[in-house]
């Protein structure tokens, strides 16, 4: 079984700045990770995932994820945010032999001018 | 690629009635299909796993007999929430696994919203 847990309910920043959000997971198996973006009464877009390969992963909209397995951890980040990144994130995590997304609890990103 | 729909966006039902809530994939064929509930400002909770041509398999704690989902062709899966009441009023998502390359990736319709009065 995996857990996800998403450390920041709410990241309230500028705009312009950098912004990080923090996912951690728990497995005892091999992972693939994921981001989704939700925006209001909308469905989940997929913003970047890690399947293998190169730990750095580079996603839609400019936002980029670092896997780091020695912490568990896959944080989301953008070196500058924009008033129409506001959405609700989340983090996803499956094994890798099946196919079923566990979810952290949301991180709602506020970007204000 | 992999666009996922479902329909209708917006449903709002009285106490007792059923409502069938449809999720397709226009542009991929999909053996298998998920459905999530989303209570308001809180995570995706898995309902069920759809696969097409059997049973679906339900998570801990979801009734098979209030939720009834079709898998009935590969691009098209159904949820039926029998006997609707308020406290199943709730945001509904099915998301699709794309096969081949992508298979371990799942793509998401737009969400129903469910009201029950």
């Known amino acids: 079984a995996q857990s996800v847990t998403q450390l920041d309910s709410q990241v309230p920043v500028f705009e312009e700045a950098p912004v990080e959000l923090r996912c951690n997971y728990s497995?005892?198996?091999?992972?693939?990770l994921f981001w989704y973006v939700q925006y209001p009464n909308q469905g989940l877009q997929l913003l970047l995932k890690?399947?293998?390969?190169?730990?750095l992963v580079k996603g839609i909209n400019g936002f980029e994820a670092e896997f780091n397995k020695s912490q568990t951890s896959f944080h989301l980040r953008k070196p500058s945010v924009h008033i129409s990144d506001t959405a609700e994130y989340f983090c996803?995590?499956?094994?890798?032999?099946?196919?079923?997304?566990?979810f952290g609890g949301g991180t709602r990103l506020m970007v204000k001018p | 690629g992999a666009v996922v729909s479902q329909h209708p966006s917006r449903v709002i039902c009285k106490s007792g009635t059923s409502v069938k809530i449809e999720c397709r994939s226009l542009?991929?064929?999909?053996?298998?299909m998920f459905w999530y509930r989303q209570f308001p400002k809180q995570s995706l909770m898995l309902m069920a796993t759809?696969?097409?041509?059997?049973?679906?398999?339900?998570e801990q704690g979801v009734e098979k007999d209030k939720f009834l989902i079709n898998h009935a062709s590969l691009t098209l899966s159904t949820l039926t929430v029998t006997s609707a009441h308020p406290e199943d009023s709730s945001f509904y998502i099915c998301?699709?696994?794309?096969?081949?390359?992508?298979?371990?990736?799942?793509?998401f319709g737009p969400g129903t919203r469910l009201t029950v009065l």
């Open positions: 542009d991929f064929q999909a053996t298998t």
């Open positions: 759809s696969n097409e041509g059997s049973k679906a398999t339900y």
């Open positions: 996803a995590v499956s094994g890798t032999a099946g196919n079923m997304l566990t």
């Open positions: 497995s005892s198996v091999s992972v693939y």
């Open positions: 890690y399947l293998s390969g190169s730990t």
């Open positions: 998301s699709a696994r794309v096969p081949g390359a992508l298979r371990d990736t799942q793509y």
